[in-house]
C-alpha cells in the first residue's frame, strides 16, 4: 500500500519499508528523502546475518541497540545508505532490496541492474 507521496525505483509511490523497525530519513517508515538526507537512506533491505556483520566491521553497527535504536537482526527491513548497500555490493554481502519501497533516486549511486538481481520483488518488474 502507498504510503509516500514520492516515487520508488519501479515509477510508483514509494511503498512502506518497515514500521517496526520504523526506519526512514525521516522515520516514517518509507525511504523518503531530501537534500538534507547526506547519507542517501533511500535502499529498502531485508537484513541478513553477513550484512549486519560486514556493516559492524566497517563502522556502522545495526545489530546492537541502544536508547534511540531497537538494533536490527537478520530478516528485518531497513532503509539502507545507498553507498553502504552498492560498497556490500561490491563485497559480494549485499542485502534484498524490496524495490517498491527503494527511492527511485537510488539509481544516482547504485546500479539498477545490481538493484534488480538483488530484488525481492521482482515479480513486480514489467
Same mark, same amino acid.
Given at each position: 500500500?502507498?504510503?509516500?507521496?514520492?516515487? #520508488?525505483?519501479?515509477?510508483?509511490?514509494? %511503498?512502506?519499508?518497515?514500521? =517496526?523497525?520504523? *526506519?526512514?530519513?525521516?522515520? *516514517?517508515?518509507?525511504?523518503?528523502?531530501?537534500? #538534507?538526507?547526506?547519507?542517501?537512506?533511500?535502499?529498502?533491505?531485508?537484513? *541478513?546475518? %553477513?550484512?549486519?556483520?560486514?556493516?559492524?566491521?566497517?563502522? #556502522?553497527?545495526?545489530?546492537?541497540?541502544?536508547?534511540?535504536?531497537?538494533? $536490527?537482526?537478520?530478516?528485518?527491513?531497513?532503509? $539502507?545508505?545507498?553507498?553502504?548497500?552498492?560498497?556490500?555490493?561490491?563485497?559480494?554481502?549485499?542485502?534484498?532490496?524490496?524495490?517498491?519501497?527503494?527511492? =527511485?533516486?537510488? *539509481?544516482?549511486?547504485?546500479?539498477?541492474?545490481?538493484? $534488480?538481481?538483488?530484488?525481492?520483488?521482482?515479480? #513486480?518488474?514489467?
Amino acid at each position: 500500500m502507498p504510503q509516500s507521496s514520492q516515487r #520508488n525505483l519501479l515509477g510508483q509511490p514509494l %511503498e512502506s519499508c518497515s514500521k =517496526e523497525p520504523r *526506519t526512514g530519513w525521516f522515520r *516514517t517508515g518509507c525511504c523518503e528523502t531530501d537534500d #538534507n538526507d547526506l547519507g542517501r537512506h533511500v535502499v529498502c533491505v531485508q537484513t *541478513t546475518a %553477513e550484512f549486519l556483520a560486514f556493516s559492524k566491521a566497517r563502522g #556502522n553497527d545495526l545489530s546492537t541497540a541502544n536508547p534511540s535504536f531497537p538494533g $536490527l537482526r537478520p530478516g528485518d527491513r531497513w532503509c $539502507l545508505c545507498a553507498a553502504r548497500w552498492q560498497e556490500a555490493f561490491d563485497a559480494g554481502v549485499a542485502p534484498p532490496v524490496f524495490l517498491a519501497g527503494t527511492h =527511485e533516486s537510488v *539509481t544516482e549511486i547504485c546500479d539498477r541492474d545490481a538493484l $534488480l538481481q538483488h530484488a525481492l520483488d521482482a515479480h #513486480n518488474l514489467n
